[in-house]
């Protein structure tokens, strides 16, 4: 180093050692402040400091920055763009590459993409290798399909960090602000050799397996298999490729072509597995087989007959469409009827009165056991299926680890594959948990856990204590729009609950906090909920090789407990117990002591609403039922004795409850979820805006429909789309049903980029597009119904009988074939067909709706 530089280096570090300055002190003070707040949500208190820090030093970058990042923090990021858009203007040099960042992220965050590049193409100049730089401006290319761009930053990204860290941050399956998504992964694959010209030397290995796992995690096999055979080829003696190649082809049920371990190594493996046989008296002990990673033991194991999640949906699917399922076929729903069925059972079975009565435990249970069966029942004809083809060979289940969260729900989740794996024991068959480490075995055992993660029920409110009197009671689980109706109440305790419904249901294009707070805590403080702990004993040692780059020996070790014995039911009282008691004797004592007389809680069974709900009617109280959904739910479930009065959205709701319950008043109340505002005007020289919403064809792992026809229906219409698309003016959108129901991806799975259709996540009621036209495919959507409201036409297309949760009728609303569905957007493409169609379906559902 020269002697200048050395200097300068000096000077620095002696300026950083420096004691701080009273003026430093104090906006340190000042942004420790506003971040407590921040961190609180306390929005208004944050700026109140900053704005007084400002007025002291205007100039501060430090101050400045965090003004702007407040304005992201409390979601406004149009107002965040504009103070970072100004800094970036006039601050350029004074910002950090964190600064940077937080420029490029508001432009993202507020649509501004084109905005965003420009940023992003500035802070690159400044810090090419900055990886949190680089991680942002890749997520930009992304966004703005630039796809040769979108390589050399992931690859730049990805040198820089495992340079650094052995371990790095993978790639990312899709934006977290959903502005690309899991596709984008495709054209990046596809544009791996243009982009090789724009690189200073070749993308390497590491990246290319990178990219494969990204592409394993989103179900993209065919991808994932391109870029490991390009590698091969580039890399030919690179070990890891060709055991990642290898075991790419082993997962996808594809040919897998040479192998780089010996049919002898195959086979020692699988004759090291102990054999099974089943005592048929309860839940079997658990089976652990643990092996590293890149190693011949896991392409042993992976050889044979191995599940992983990407497996248990292709052979649900493969199964239950050749076996043709009577669940989704029934008009009616059977997989209900026996969730209550066996909820009943339990309820009489555990009942523990007077708090909790036989019937109070069977609903408060209800949709957890449904939701449950969503699960185990599959995996019940998945175990079937998979002893026959083992014959006596092992079944081996991989897990993530060895904490698997019970009672989580069908969204996510891996205790499916437990109940699978309880199931294999079951038939006799000889199967294992897998799991999949890092490096080889040591001398330690594991521990199996079973932990709680009882979603439903996990407390989403934050409580601001009120502990006087109050004669009414408001549960929030799954109510739509419990703010306005807390706000009309007047002496009214808000009681702590979990499934708390957010403002605008699936959308994933901006933050939503939870709407209000709890006045009063039902749930304790600490969990009651126990952590079910299965230690292990080793019965055997695997041995095997390392086919990493550097070679060696790889130790795997199989591990076995003690049977876990007992039913399924038997362990549902212990796992759910602990916190329904609880639940039970605060609501009664809470009930009591403030004389509540009334309880107002949702139409949807959560356990807090069923037992505030019966708590305040076996006092002597009322309850009163409001809506989840424009459409009423569990109907057909609600005890008679369980309410007083209920709240539908539609008339064809009001009347589903007055069919039920003759001697109940039903109110049909449209503004308990709706409100109507003018219809649209037509906007001529603009297309029609088409927008999909996705449904939910699987319930778990359970299919709710004909899966096969739902299918091919979706190739068809948009194949139809894409022909009229030729001929008007037609842009189709595509409306995710979160992440767990059909959401963009499976799109792109199921239909590709045909009719040039784009995803968008704003809820229905958020949506400003030009000349909208509302519609889903198979099953309606209360988005249809929301949509009416502000005056959007709609139409559902299906070719199929399907069991559907709306209340929309074909005599009052369009339910049509792909082919009509064409001409009904065809002719909407005018004004005056646009209006019409508006005119004909406001006038037949104007009493149904109420407007």
């Known amino acids: 180093m020269a002697r200048p530089a050395r200097a300068a280096v000096r000077r620095l570090r002696q300026r950083r050692a420096a004691p701080p300055t009273p003026a430093e002190e104090q906006r340190a003070a000042w942004l420790a402040e506003s971040a407590a707040h921040v961190e609180a949500r306390r929005f208004e208190d944050a700026e109140r400091v900053l704005d007084k820090a400002l007025a002291s030093e205007p100039d501060e970058i430090t101050l400045l920055a965090a003004r702007a990042r407040l304005e992201g923090r409390r979601g406004d990021w149009a107002a965040a763009r504009d103070r970072w858009a100004e800094l970036v203007a006039t601050r350029a040099d004074d910002l950090n590459a964190p600064g940077w960042v937080s420029a490029v992220h508001s432009h993202r965050r507020a649509r501004d993409i084109d905005a965003a590049e420009a940023i992003a193409t500035q802070a690159l100049e400044r810090y090419a290798h900055r990886r949190i730089v680089l991680w942002e401006t890749a997520h930009v290319a992304m966004a703005r399909a630039d796809w040769d761009q979108a390589v050399v930053r992931w690859v730049r990204y990805w040198r820089s960090a495992a340079r650094d860290d052995p371990d790095p941050r993978p790639l990312p399956r899709r934006a977290s602000q959903a502005d690309w998504f899991e596709a984008a992964w495709h054209e990046v694959v596809n544009h791996l050799d243009s982009a090789d010209a724009l690189l200073d030397r070749p993308a390497g290995p590491l990246f290319h397996r990178a990219l494969a796992r990204v592409l394993g995690k989103s179900s993209m096999d065919d991808d994932r298999i391109r870029v490991l055979e390009r590698a091969a080829r580039l890399y030919p003696d690179d070990a890891p490729v060709a055991y990642e190649l290898a075991a790419a082809r082993l997962e996808s049920g594809t040919t897998p ?13 699988r004759g090291a597995l102990p054999s099974y046989t089943a005592t048929g008296t309860g839940l ?4 652990l087989v643990r092996v590293p990673r890149h190693s011949s033991l896991e392409l042993a194991l992976r050889s044979g007959h191995y599940i992983d999640r990407p497996a248990v949906g292709r052979l649900v699917q ?20 026996q969730a209550r069925a066996w909820a009943d059972e339990f309820g009489a079975r555990f009942a523990s009165p007077p708090h909790l009565p036989a019937e109070t435990l069977s609903d408060a249970v209800m949709v957890n056991v449904y939701h449950e069966s969503a699960l185990f029942v599959p995996m019940q004809r998945l175990a079937a299926e998979l002893a026959a083809r083992a014959a006596g060979e092992p079944v081996l289940i991989e897990v993530l680890g060895t904490e698997l969260g019970y009672l989580e729900g069908y969204a996510s989740g891996d205790f499916d594959l437990v109940f699978l794996y309880f199931a294999l024991l079951e038939r006799g068959a000889n199967a294992f948990l897998v799991r999949i480490e890092n490096e080889s075995v040591g001398r330690a055992t594991e521990t199996v856990r079973f932990v709680p993660k009882w979603r439903s029920v996990m407390a989403a409110l934050d409580v601001v204590e009120d502990p006087a009197p109050h004669t009414r009671a408001v549960v929030p689980a799954g109510i739509r729009r419990v703010v306005p109706l807390v706000e009309e109440l007047d002496d009214v305790v808000v ?3 979990g499934s708390v419904v957010k403002e605008f249901a699936y959308d994933r294009s901006i933050e939503q906090q939870y709407p209000i707070h709890a006045t009063a805590r039902l749930h304790p403080e600490e969990s009651v909920l126990q952590t079910f702990e299965y230690p292990l004993t080793r019965v055997a040692r695997l041995t095997g090789r390392a086919l990493g780059a550097e070679g060696g020996r790889a130790r795997g070790s199989v591990e076995v407990g003690e049977p876990l014995g007992g039913t399924w039911q038997e362990w549902l009282h212990r796992a759910t117990s602990p916190l329904l008691e ?6 009664a004592a809470d009930i009591e002591r403030r004389g509540v007389t009334e309880a107002h809680i949702g139409d949807h069974l959560y356990a807090e609403s069923v037992i505030v709900g019966d708590t305040v009617r076996r006092a002597g ?23 007083d009065e209920v709240h539908a959205v539609t008339h064809s709701g009001a009347e589903a409850w007055r069919r039920a319950f003759p001697d ?4 049909h109340s449209a503004d308990s979820m709706l409100s109507p505002s003018p219809p649209r005007p037509f906007e001529p020289g603009k297309p029609v805006s088409l927008v999909i919403f996705g449904g939910r064809s699987t319930l778990g792992n359970m299919p709710t429909l004909d899966t096969a026809a739902h299918r091919e229906l979706y190739i068809r219409l948009f194949d139809e789309l894409a022909a009229l698309r030729e001929h008007h003016p037609v842009d189709v959108y595509f409306k995710p049903r979160g992440l767990t129901g059909e959401h963009e991806h499976w799109l792109f799975q199921t239909v590709g980029k045909t009719a040039g259709w784009k995803p968008i996540y704003q809820h229905s009621l958020r949506l400003e597009l030009p000349n909208m036209v509302f519609a889903s495919v198979s099953m309606g959507t209360s988005a249809l119904i929301e949509g009416l409201t502000r005056g959007v036409p709609g139409f559902v297309v299906r070719e199929f009988p399907v069991r559907d949760y709306t209340t929309l009728d074909a005599e009052a609303f369009p339910i049509v ?9 065809a002719k909407a493409t005018t004004a005056e067909g646009y209006d019409e169609l508006v005119a004909r379906e406001l006038h037949h559902m104007k009493d149904e709706l109420g407007l």
Do not use: C
């Open 582 to 587: 609880h639940l039970a004797r605060t609501a």
């Open 318 to 337: 493969e199964i239950s469409e050749r076996d043709r399922w009577p669940e989704p076929l029934s008009p009616t729903n059977i997989l209900l009827a």
């Open 257 to 269: 072509g040479a192998l780089p371990i010996g049919a002898d190594e195959v086979a020692e493996v």
């Open 664 to 667: 109940k008043v039903v109110h």
């Open 621 to 643: 109280g009322r309850v009163i039922v409001w809506p989840h959904s424009t459409n009423p739910v569990h109907v057909d479930l609600r005890r008679a004795d369980s309410f």
């Open 817 to 825: 074939p792909a082919a009509e569905a064409m001409e009904l957007l």
């Open 495 to 497: 009681y702590q609950s």
């Open 284 to 287: 079997g002990p658990v089976r």
